[in-house]
């Protein structure tokens, strides 16, 4: 075989190689791409399941505390905020605010034990709390799988791929600095 065939064969291989390389990495990116999407519907599911039981709840602890109105027009607008809202950033911010003020709510609760013996009541504080547990999973299920396509993007030469076909990181859903704090509640008022 002459020198320039050698070079030509070599050169032709190399392009075979870059070009499934390409293909394959830009396949994997898609895939994990839809994973992350198809995990963060799951935590907008579970987000919705919530926001559904809050109306039920409030109106069910409406009969036991009617002069506690400051709290459930918070929790409506919190409950608004987390329906409305579109990036991972907004729900992450709206679903911290109607957890402080489910919180809140919860801690009302307390001042009326007739309304924590209450069937219809029961029912739906465990729904709450089973749902609570579900939007954990799926916030961990959403983070992992953001954490794998965030590291693929990020990693070499797969970075060079990510960049020309407009992959680009995802946002972790992260609890605000709010959301570690106790809500205080004052009874005095």
């Known amino acids: 075989m002459k020198k320039g065939t050698k070079i030509l064969l070599a050169i032709l291989v190399l392009v075979v190689v870059l070009v499934v390389y390409t293909f394959s990495t830009y396949n994997s990116l898609v895939r994990l791409k839809e994973n992350v999407d198809s995990k963060?519907?799951?935590v907008e599911n579970?987000?919705?399941r919530r926001a559904d039981l809050i109306p039920n709840l409030v109106n069910t602890v409406k009969g036991y505390a009617k002069h506690e109105k400051e709290i459930f027009e918070t929790l409506a607008q919190a409950r608004s905020r987390l329906l409305n809202s579109s990036t991972v950033e907004d729900k992450a911010k709206a679903n911290d605010e109607l957890s402080s003020a489910i919180s809140r709510l919860l801690m009302i609760v307390e001042n009326y034990p007739n309304l924590k013996a209450d069937k219809a009541f029961v029912q739906l504080?465990?729904?709450l709390s089973g749902?609570?547990?579900?939007i954990a999973v799926a916030r961990k299920d959403y983070n992992d799988a953001v954490k794998q396509y965030n590291m693929k993007i990020k990693v070499f030469?797969?970075?060079l791929i990510a960049r020309m076909f407009g992959f680009e990181e995802r946002q972790y859903f992260q609890a605000s600095s709010q959301a570690k704090s106790v809500p205080s509640v004052d009874f005095s008022k």
Do not use: A, G, K
């Not at 749902?131 to 579900?134: F, L, M, S």
């Open 131 to 134: 749902t609570e547990n579900r």
């Open 40 to 42: 963060w519907s799951q």
């Open 157 to 159: 030469p797969n970075v």
């Open 125 to 127: 504080m465990d729904e």
């Open 46 to 48: 579970q987000l919705q």
